[in-house]
């Protein structure tokens, strides 16, 4: 099956938030009044003429179950097909960032990006020189650069135990730089885990991730 039809293993709150567009994406905004922290899930590569990452089942989940803790939530949408051309999409990130920022019913001086697979590399360069909007960097199965020599944010690093060896690789030597990190492990857990390993495992790693961006927010 494709990403964009399988759910994501975790729980998906009910909720009645509301869709607004902010330039090129929308934003899920809980339903309480004010001005919300918000958080910017950015997508790995996506082959063109397929559906939209912020259309498949798990980033929505993700989106809503951000929501239910008081959070808005986007799902950055990148013009990216491959990790060798990742680079060419970070502006197109910047811009939707200050787009979500800009938006009324955002606290714009509170922000985490939250990146998956090969959306670890369009984050890299805000880890050692970090905006002060940029509250934490969230990390699930992830493909590395080598992280810079002084880290200006909180990271949050979801780690599979099953996962790639090209990719575990990339993990692994990031973790060896001694930074200060919150790990979060799932042995058990495959790359995309998170809509592929229907598990209580996977889904206490989803929330015990989103606690900690959550607190850092």
Known sequence: MRPEEIRPVFDVPDLHTQR?????????????????????????????????????PVYLGYRRLAASRGLAAATA?????????????????????????????????RVALWAFSGGGLLVNRWLGESPNFLRCVALSYPVLQ???AVVSVPIVLTRVGQERSEIQRTVDRFLGSDLPIDRVDVPSGRHAFDFLDDSDESRAAVERALDLVVGYL
Do not use: T
């Open 146 to 148: 080598p992280p810079p």
């Open 20 to 56: 607004v567009r902010a330039g090129e994406v929308d934003v899920e905004l809980p339903g309480s009044e004010g001005a919300k922290p918000a958080v910017v899930f950015v997508h790995g590569p996506v082959p063109p003429g397929g559906v939209r990452p912020a259309e498949w």
């Open 77 to 109: 949408d990148l013009d990216y097909a491959n990790l060798a051309n990742a680079g060419e999409a970070v502006p197109q990130l910047e811009r939707q960032i200050d787009s979500v920022r800009s938006l009324a019913q955002i606290d714009g001086g």
